[in-house]
């Protein structure tokens, strides 16, 4: 008996090895028999540095076992609150395969990486189904590497960065929904997608608390996975100049490689004194020019998206102009360098006056006190988004990408119907399940 404890022990031991040597990895959820080939993950198993997997961010999960054939579905990992897995990885794209369902029950899982960034929504399984679902993520950590691995540099992170679940060397899974059952995991290094980068600022970036949201990280879950990963390197209060200089850019540069795409979004904060201001039709458009050089001479594709509105009505319910010249600046870049540009500006002025002044509220961060936990004041930002404008946002830009016929528009989901800004979503059927992290403090920027 002895013998075969060991030689069981052993042959874990060897699993998890031979994963971490090849950065692939196949996790067995539940406390039941594990499945061959896979590494077990039973409830008790919280995250730690030394086994470099587990359960995470305090999630108090549950093991239901089922009588089954299959060892890797006869049981599952499940909770009535939001969970989060994280695993070690080395930065890069992953393409991760989820086991969901219940052999005896139904199931439905809402699934987000890193800081709230969107793969699939409200996953159903029928009594008795088991499914596959596969997305493709970009993990990375806030060191510059060289072709030789060496860190040559790293990039300045502000303050509330430190706590990003993007910035460090995990990958971190959130589970949510009303009934979300995990049979299993598979996570496999991808090496050949397409890589789309963003740059941007608060509109832009992996928004990693409730109520607050952006374009960017919605953006993933538009797309097939396997041939696209869309790294999302945007941050609230940055301008073009700011971005470059705390080394971001430097850090895409760094992990970029020729055929990918970099889409280019700034003004909110370009436009304010100090500093980091930019000119419209001088050092600003100098300045993404000076990046879509640079881009071109390392074989990625940019791509300009003009700033959209904020929430500035007139009397006669029509958007009011608050970012000057700086959409116009963008557009005459992009005709200049003959760049693809998404006028996420004009669309986005046809989007608000659909929905008008009242109902426009909805999309944005426009909160009575006490809506949340800890938040004693109103919040009412006319900038910000809440999930919900900050898809109506992203199905722009996916619209415009089609549109326009960019490469990768054709990896989008065959079942993404059109979307005419004019005829917004109504926000009764949009479905987004909170996080289990929320915050009353606006991010930077305006």
């Not at 008996?1 to 990895?25: C, D, E, H, P, V």
């Not at 706590?163 to 949510?176: A, C, G, S």
């Not at 000057?324 to 986005?348: F, H, K, W």
Request: charged share 25%; glycine share 6%.
């Amino acid at each position: 008996m002895f013998r075969f404890f060991f030689m069981g022990i052993m042959l874990l031991s060897f699993t998890f090895s031979t994963a971490a040597q090849t950065n692939a990895y196949k996790f067995d959820f539940g406390n039941g028999a594990v499945a061959h080939g896979f590494i077990k993950v039973t409830t008790d198993m919280k995250f730690n540095y030394q086994t470099g997997y587990g359960f995470d961010q305090g999630s108090v999960v549950e093991s239901v076992n089922r009588k089954g054939k299959d060892l890797l579905t006869n049981d599952f990992i499940t909770s009535s609150k939001p969970f989060y897995f994280s695993v070690k990885l080395p930065e890069g794209n992953y393409d991760v395969k989820l086991i969901l369902g219940d052999i005896q029950g139904t199931s439905a899982t809402t699934v987000r990486a890193e800081c709230r960034r969107l793969f699939f929504t409200n996953v159903k399984t029928k009594k008795g189904e088991i499914v596959t679902k596969t997305f493709t993520v970009h993990v990375k950590d806030s060191l510059i590497r060289d072709k030789e691995n060496n860190v040559v540099g790293k990039v300045r992170l502000k303050p509330r960065e430190v706590t990003y679940l993007h910035w460090d060397d995990l990958l971190t899974i959130e589970f949510n929904d009303s009934v979300a059952k995990v049979c299993g995991i598979e996570i496999t290094p991808n090496t050949k997608a397409t890589t789309i980068f963003l740059a941007g600022n608060s509109t832009v970036v992996d928004q990693d608390r409730e109520p607050w949201a952006a374009w960017g990280q919605m953006f993933p879950s538009f797309f097939e996975p396997v041939n696209i990963c869309v790294a999302n390197y945007a941050e609230s209060g940055e301008t073009l100049k700011a971005f470059k200089g705390a080394k971001r850019l430097e850090k895409i540069w760094s992990m970029s490689k020729p055929g990918d795409f970099l889409l280019i979004e700034f003004a909110h904060n370009d436009q304010k004194p100090g500093g980091n201001h930019l000119d419209p039709f001088t050092t600003y458009k100098q300045t993404i020019k000076e990046w879509i050089a640079e881009a071109r001479k390392r074989g990625i594709t940019p791509v300009l998206v003009s700033s959209m509105n904020r929430r500035t009505f007139d009397a006669e319910g029509r958007i009011t102009n608050s970012l000057g010249d700086y959409p116009e600046a963008m557009r005459q870049t992009a005709a200049e360098e003959n760049v693809a540009c998404i006028d996420l500006n004009a669309m986005s002025k046809i989007l608000y006056e659909a929905w008008g002044p009242i109902e426009s509220i909805k999309a944005f961060v426009h909160y009575p006190a006490n809506t949340f936990p800890n938040q004693p004041t109103e919040l009412k930002d006319n900038t910000h988004f809440n999930p919900y404008g900050a898809y109506e946002l992203a199905r722009c830009i996916v619209q415009a990408a089609k549109d326009q016929q960019l490469p990768f528009a054709k990896y989008f989901r065959k079942e993404i119907t059109v979307f005419d800004p004019a005829h917004p979503d109504p926000v009764s059927k949009f479905y987004w399940p909170l996080s289990s992290f929320v915050s009353s403090i606006k991010p930077d920027g305006n």
